[in-house]
């Protein structure tokens, strides 16, 4: 309900304010501007006047744009598994946001000034961390709130079919009740025992109740204490993780090898024109170089070890 809200009304209520907030404005000085050269013959301004009307980029540049894309990208790869939507809300919002964003910088902000960068800066910095982060929590998320692994434990270890190496609808008969734990009704605390012991539905009292969790039976030598499938569960979590992480990395560090951020041909191109620089610049040096040579002839002057 919270990702929904967030990847739906929050970003429609941003997109609303990005684009409703200038075209206030420029009416607002438009309506003023007609208010003070109302008495005036022209009867409109040239079109450089009315860009110049128009509002200014704010000081930040382009902070605000990356900032909610970087916010967007985190809400949508960190609880991806819980909210498996929100790719696909995010992708319908900048196909909107991109049009809007268009409509914003053509028509109601002023030319902003050009500016030389090599990269986003920081920005990709924050994304790989971002990047690493959500592989994480997914991982966590998959580890501990899904149902898949407690059973494959079951299936190989404690199951009809433990120690044959297989897992199958047989193998998983009794996984139910081996999920759930013994809790003895009298144990309850004075707070928190039941209203009723339903002796007047079933004739007898309820004596034991079940609970999800692998605990020792209250009759145990030690009673609630975490069985040994317990520990099995949660080491093959844990085993879980390290291995999907380590599997998503792999595939990415293989996939940025094998598609780099820069094609080989403009690679070599980009070399190339530095080596064309360098031999122009070289040539220059040693024409000026002649050239001086040459005049000290000219004036009688010479000098010993002179270079070339």
């Known amino acids: 309900m919270q990702m929904g809200i967030i990847m739906v009304l929050k970003q429609t209520w941003n997109n609303f304010m990005e684009l409703g907030y ?31 009307n128009l509002q200014p980029m704010n000081a930040y540049g382009l902070f605000d744009e990356y900032l909610e894309m970087i916010l967007q990208f985190g809400f949508t790869t960190i609880f991806v598994a819980a909210f498996p939507l929100a790719p696909l809300l995010a992708l319908l919002n900048n196909i909107i946001e991109i049009r809007l964003d268009a409509y914003k910088f053509v028509t109601q902000w002023r030319r902003p000034l050009a500016q030389r960068a090599k990269d986003i800066g920081i920005w990709y910095g924050i994304l790989e961390g971002i990047g690493i982060l959500s592989v994480i929590t997914n991982a966590f998320v998959i580890a501990v709130t899904s149902d898949f692994i407690p059973r494959l434990v079951y299936a190989y270890k404690y199951g009809p079919c433990a120690g044959q190496g297989q897992a199958g609808e047989r193998c998983m008969v009794g996984y139910v009740n081996s999920s759930l734990s013994v809790f003895l009704v009298s144990n309850f605390e004075n707070r928190s025992e039941p209203l009723s012991n339903r ?66 041909d403009l690679r070599d191109r980009m070399r190339r024109e530095k080596y064309l620089i360098q031999e122009m610049m070289y040539e220059a040096e040693l024409e000026r170089l002649q050239k001086e040579k040459k005049e000290r002839k000219k004036n009688g002057k010479s000098y010993h070890n002179e270079w070339p």
């Open 199 to 264: 002796s007047d539905h079933s004739g007898t009292a309820t004596k034991y109740c079940r609970y999800r969790d692998y605990r020792a039976h209250p009759e145990a030598k030690e009673p609630y204490v975490y069985t040994l499938q317990f520990w099995h569960v949660l080491a093959a979590r844990l085993a879980f993780i390290i291995v999907f992480e380590h599997l998503v990395f792999t595939v990415k560090n293989l996939i940025s090898y094998l598609i780099p951020d820069l094609p080989k």
């Open 22 to 52: 200038p075209l206030i404005q420029n009416w607002w000085t438009r309506r003023r501007l007609r208010q003070e050269h109302w008495n005036e013959k022209k009867a409109f301004f040239p079109q450089w006047e009315k860009d110049y």
